[in-house]
């Protein structure tokens, strides 16, 4: 079992406030992913539930038992660093040996875990090599397998694949899911992209500011963003937004006319925001159709898709996905329609969504 | 051809390197050489007799009373290496781990521990032999003023604590150079190795002995050399805190207060023997060049890429 809870988490470092009261109920054998730009404190919330830094307030239990003032060692927690951080003096053996040995495990069963370790993780011949003869995607390996001879609750990750080459990258990936799914313990993972954490995740916690943003699946996050920051952090090329006025079902855009909606959210707010995703609109150069104006900046040929770029009336740009048969010139004017069904309804006083 | 670039880059060149070049040869290079040819020959004051082969190193070591002020120099030479391995290398290691984990006035130490190799050994010796004056020094003082009076000792007089003495004034100097050493080695550990270990242990004693010890192996190479050439040349200290004999009667002498004593005479009217004097000074560098060697050799073969 390894259900955590973090209630209230704060942490100061001197008078900067890097995290303001994180709440968080993780469940048993879940994969989290911890993702938001840099230095929206992610990093610094991985460390406290290691308890590599001190958490300033608020309380931190892993199965019902306060963990705020037990030494790292003790949690039950292993934890991968994004530079490995393997010992350079040991060997491959030693490094995954050190820990194990440290618990106080008999000698038979800190060998079992490493020859079970090494076979996952295909590390038998690189056993008696020191680490810097090894290549960037082996260590990683053995670091994983250092934290896996522990046997933690809890298998904490802190961007395992930013230091490896694109192509190694999304074997890893795969790599690291499958372990999530064989060991059966609970795994947290950081990272700023947010293709890792699609991928991964079976809940992402979306940061920002020493604030969570969201915490929600995949699917949710992308479908449902709790707010604007969601909204544009989750899905690539990123989801415009439109500052837009409301009169009856109509939507005005300062510049670029209004377009009529089927589908508008339960709140009687005038200013709103919409969210639409590039493959929610479709590009027309027919002057008749309704849709907002505006005029072509550029296109980006991807093979099969195409994405215009459009500057509308008010000066936002829009990304809208085409087919790839488009070839629009810079300038040409052109007519954006949306899809009621696919636009997302903001506040914009506060930016958070609006249920329609 | 005068005046091409090629030509005043060479001579360049040539004027960068001959002048350092002649220095250390004629003031390094010369002596050492002429120190080795002195050895052989008989000396009458500075004036040099017949070759004599290897009759002055024989002198040295197997004649009386020299064969047993050798010994017993040497033997104090070998207690003040391990003394100060313990004392100023121990101590300074000690003193890098707890500056490195920037312990509350960690700044503030840093400077203190270090100012005092910055002083001269000269003024460092005249100040221990002030501090450990019998009746006016600060430790005796310090120890009627405490109700101990009992621990109050003519510490530079008695052969039960003179080189104690000089070993704990030369630490107490030193002390902050092995610090630095190994400060900058330690500084040099990634931080998350650090973390690393702290995922897996809260034994400050396995973190400091199996992890942070191995990885400043280059800086322990550096400090153990010098240690072990500063200790077999050591001079300074001894001469200033307790003269050239050695006082009180040898307890505190060591082959650098010898040697120079033999070469050159001393004060209480005993001849000079530069011949002798040489051939201790040949076997000092040979048995410090021989073992410095080997010192570094090993340590170096523990040494591992961070």
Known sequence: MARMTLSGIKKSFKSVDVLHGIDLEISDREFVVFVGPSGCGKSTLLRLIAGLDTISSGEFHLDERRMNDIAPSRRGIAMVFQSYALYPHMDVYENMAFGARLMGLEKDEVEKRIDEASKMLRLDPLLKRKPRELSGGQRQRVAIGRALVRKPKVLLLDEPLSNLDAALRSDVRLEIARLHRE????????????????????????????????????????????????????GSPRMSLLDVERNGNHLALPGSGAVSVSRLPHSDERNLVIGVRPDAMTVSTDESTDGFRGNVVYTEYLGENTYVYVRLGDGTLVGIRSSASVDLPPDTPVVITVASEEIHYFSRATRERLAA | MPGSPLVSRRLWISALIVPPLAFVALFVVYPIISAFAYAFFHWNGLARGEFVGFANFYKVLFTQPYADWTVNAFLHNVWVFFALMVLQNGLGFLLAYCLWRELPGAAFHRISVFLPVVLSTIIVGFLWKLFLHPLFGVVNISFRGLGLGGLAQPWLGQDSTALWSLIIANAWHMVGFPTLVFLAGMQRIPGEILDAVRMETESEWTKITKIVWPLVAPSATVVFTLLFVGSFNWFEIPYVMVGLEGSPHGATDVLGLYFYRTAFGNMSGSGQDFGAGSALAVLIFVFIALVAGIITFKLRAREIQI
Do not use: C, W
Request: no cysteine; glycine share 8%.
């Open chain 1, 183 to 234: 060991i059966g313990g609970t795994t947290i993972y950081v990272t700023h992209d947010q293709v890792e954490a699609m991928t991964l995740a079976d809940r992402i916690v979306v940061m920002n500011n020493g604030k969570v943003e969201q915490f929600g699946s995949p699917r949710e996050l992308y479908e449902r963003p709790a707010n604007t920051f969601v909204a544009t952090f989750i």
